[in-house]
């Protein structure tokens, strides 16, 4: 009678791995790009709105008042001292017309001459005459007097040397300068040339001192009549005029300048200074300090369009990057994959970034030593490499790279757009990333930040060369030592997160392998004493498995740690596979049917024991997949020889494997060799023409089963892994000399057992 089949079995899939929909969505690429993208956000966005108390002068402060960033406050008191200062260094601008002389000189001489050869006119229209013609305001008694002379050449002469004496120079109003100090000096400006000069007030002529001038000339001249001179004086004070004005816009423009020109005085405020304490009288200058905080922190508040405007930024890179993943990137990971954890590690990365930064001011602000003071000599000490070293190791170096070009823009909006710094994250992350070559076992992450560190510290002393002065030698030692703290930190913190990424998301790195492949774990060490035979024929199918995969260009130590959990199941009911049989074989008193169960059975106990231990999925997958949906052809034949013609007939299905078939090349590869190995062991004469012909027959055995249909293994392929089997095994199976003295053969047979 024909036993009932097992239900096909699922690849493996820890209880943590099953699809629940409440979980999905967490992994989602949307998601993973919206909480990347808020967070990066968040700290790189201007500070938030804090409140500073307006207290009164003279009032008790209710609780401390503290500073809660670094903030760069203006001291007003200083600004405007120095503003002060600068604006009395400004001179009052005076224009001067040297223009006036000429003209007045030449008006007398036309007026005059104008008025000698008129024929009588009337004073009154003369003197209108003369005023618009000549511009020469005389009042009707000047006009009388000196018509009554005839407007003689005499009157012409003495007036002109009057003006010529008098007038050749700057002549101010006494009203324009009566605001102005005697020792005070003015700036003087020639219209005509623009040229300037310096003069002090007392020395400047008014109207006033030119008319007494004026006065003492005509005193001195005998020639005319005590009444003439007394009219003439009259008639100069009334031609001659101020030719010196106050250029009011000049000055005040001069001053804006002035003041314009002088840079504000600033001082630091580092976060957590106390500006007044509880229960202190507020003061006028505790006042103005407070107003002078309120004042600088309103002035970095972020406001919506900041907002808006870096969010847009952050979102054009995380979406450029889902493109790029989309379109060019095949990897280790799925691109939705790959961005979920490239949006984790950035978000940790920024966060790290933020927080160190925060501290190496903090640091700085409370160090005594002044080149203990600069903040950003702490920011060598900042791990910018993690991420990329990360994604090295579980992904592969592109994604690495191109995540360093990513995080070092976030790390220049962090920053201030610093770009020397922006140049040493990338040069960290891209040694990190060129650094993994050789990466083996958990000691290479400490040797790659060495490595590092090297770099890191030869850049970050450059860097300082160029971007600042020549730094002083304790300078130096600092800066080395900050980035051999960054190395530590990225080699500590890598050492660290790594496992948790390879449990999270399923990893296999090369480190983890070496790990399984270790031949004294419990499970393996369990395999070698409960079933020897098995763990023996892992062993060589491990050779076999590593040998096809460097054939084809996959990664042999997968493959060589998976073959030694392949048959793990076999541990339960060792005794029923002919491998860890030393005698009676039990399956002789058991019906074909039985023995298909429990030989099928092991793949079930196989994924048991890999959930237990913790296989990763990808190996646990090989268990099932390794014997595909091939037919146990001993039992099948062997129950189709005693099937009883009254009975059902014997189907092959009852006598496959559960599968699923091979769903990737590196499960065909341990099929394959499962096949050819088991093969070979029964040769008696294993000679390479014999092996060559049984891996043949077993490949195409398999691929004629359809065994390889769902894993994309091509013909080309086949013949490489078949000439990598072969090579193997005629090493194992290589011919050996005879021992002199030994007759093995001859032993056996008389003991009937050749």
Known sequence: MSQEKPQKLVPFRRKEDQPEAKRQWL?????????????????????????????????????????????????????????????????????????????LTKALRDGFQYARQAQEPAPEKLRMAISEDFRLTLSMDSVAFLAQNGFSEKMEAV????????????????????????????????????????????????????????????????????????????????????????????????????????????????????????????????????????????????????????????????????????????????????????????????????????????????????????????????????????????????????FSLINA????????????????????????????????????????????????????????????????????????????????????????????????????????????????????RQLMLEAPGTYHHSILLGSLAEAGAEAIGLNPLFLRTAAYYHDIGKIKMAEYFVENQRGENPHERLNPSMSGLIISNHVKEGLDIAARVRLPKAIADCIPQHHGTRLMTYFFNKAKEKQDARMDTVKEDDYRYPGPKPQSKEAAIIMLADGVEAAARSLEDPSPGKLKNVIKKIVDAIVADGQLDECEMNLKELNLISAAFLRVLIGIYHRRIDYPGFQFEAKKARNGKS
């Open 27 to 103: 992994r989602h690429p949307l998601t993973a790009g919206v909480l990347a993208g808020a967070v990066a956000l968040f700290f790189l966005s201007p500070h938030l709105r804090t409140t500073i108390p307006v207290y009164q002068v003279g009032q008790i402060a209710s609780a401390d008042v503290t500073v809660p960033v670094d903030l760069t406050v203006e001291d007003r008191q200083t600004t405007q001292k120095r503003r002060d200062e600068a604006l009395a260094q400004v001179l009052t601008v005076f224009d001067y017309d040297p223009s006036e002389y000429t003209r």
């Open 159 to 402: 007036l002109t040397e009057l003006v010529h004496q008098n007038y050749g120079q700057p002549v101010g109003s006494a009203r324009s300068l009566s605001t102005l100090l005697r020792n005070q000096e003015v700036v003087v400006r020639n219209i005509q040339t623009l040229e300037e000069r310096r003069m002090q007030v007392r020395d400047i002529a008014t109207e006033e001192t030119l008319q007494r001038a004026i006065e003492r000339s005509l005193q001195q001249n005998t020639q005319l009549l005590v009444a003439q001179r007394k009219a003439l004086a009259g008639v100069a004070s009334e031609i001659i005029r101020a030719n010196l004005h106050l250029n009011n816009f000049e000055t005040d423009e001069r001053e804006r300048r002035a003041v314009a020109a002088v840079e504000p005085v600033f001082y630091q405020l580092k976060r957590g200074r106390v500006i007044l304490r509880a229960g202190d009288e507020v003061t006028e200058e505790r006042m103005s300090e407070l107003a002078a905080v309120r004042e600088a922190l309103a002035s970095q508040r972020s406001n919506v369009g900041a907002i808006l405007g870096l969010g847009v930024l952050i979102t054009t890179i995380l979406f450029s990057f889902w493109l790029f993943l989309r379109s060019f990137y095949t990897g280790k990971k799925t691109s939705s994959e790959t961005f979920v954890i490239v949006c984790l590690v950035l978000a940790m990365s920024v966060t790290a970034d933020k927080f160190l930064y925060l501290l190496a001011n903090l640091i700085a602000g409370a160090a005594a030593q002044p080149f203990l003071q600069n903040a950003s000599n702490y920011y060598f000490a900042i791990p910018f490499p993690l991420g990329a070293l990360l994604l090295t190791l579980l992904l592969d170096g592109t994604v690495a790279i191109i």
């Open 409 to 524: 823009l976030m790390i220049g909006l962090l920053f201030g757009g610093d770009f020397y710094l922006v140049f040493y994250s990338i040069i960290g992350s891209l040694a990190a990333v060129f650094g993994t070559t050789h990466y083996k076992d958990r000691s290479a992450i400490y040797r790659i930040g060495m490595a590092i560190a090297i770099v890191c510290a030869f850049y970050a002393l450059i860097l300082h060369f160029v971007s600042r002065a020549l730094p002083t030698p304790e300078t130096v030692l600092f800066i080395i030592g900050m980035a051999l703290i960054c190395a530590l930190l990225v080699a500590i913190l890598v050492s660290f997160l790594l496992p948790m990424f390879e449990s999270l998301f399923n990893f296999i790195t090369d480190i983890k392998l070496l790990e399984l492949a270790n031949l004294n774990l419990p499970i393996l």
